[in-house]
């Protein structure tokens, strides 16, 4: 026997509050990245932060505009897209991270380094995760219609 669980999506509104805010977070960082205090102001971050931000301003950049058609339309195939293209410059930010590693912690005694190139291994697992997921999820989108 077969059991089949139909989900549920929040309503219109809730999701629109939802992009509504997570909008509202992008701008707000791209202003404390760019403007004040400015990614600079971080005692941890080297010089060679500025390698890594253009590609972190277009991360903030995608997910505003995917967080701004989906508050207009949001069916399922369009968010698991928004979800791939925020997904896949994620995972590109991360990997340049990886690279660039901007990070300087001085003379600390405790291993930071370390335990960052493991943040950042592990946020790059999951990101991957994500993207397979939002691919299927996407595939099953556009497979059959589903309500909600």
Do not use: E
Request: overall charge positive; glycine content about 10%; proline content about 5%.
């Amino acid at each position: 026997m077969t059991t089949a669980t139909a989900r549920h999506r929040p309503s219109v509104g809730s999701r629109r509050f939802g992009y509504g805010v997570a909008a509202t977070i992008n701008i707000l960082l791209i202003y404390l990245v760019n403007v004040r205090p400015g990614w600079a102001a971080v005692p941890f971050l080297s010089a060679d932060t500025a390698q890594i931000i253009p590609l972190v301003n277009a991360s903030l950049v995608v997910g505003l505009v995917v967080d701004a058609v989906q508050f207009v339309r949001d069916p399922r195939w369009l968010v698991a897209l928004g979800g791939l293209a925020t997904t896949a410059i994620g995972i590109a930010v991360l990997v340049r991270m990886w690279r660039v590693f901007p990070f300087d912690f001085g003379d600390a005694s405790f291993d930071w380094t370390l335990l960052f190139r493991f943040g950042i291994a592990a946020c790059l697992v999951g990101a991957l995760i994500g993207f397979i997921v939002q691919a299927v999820t996407l595939l099953r989108a556009l497979a059959g219609p589903h309500p909600g």
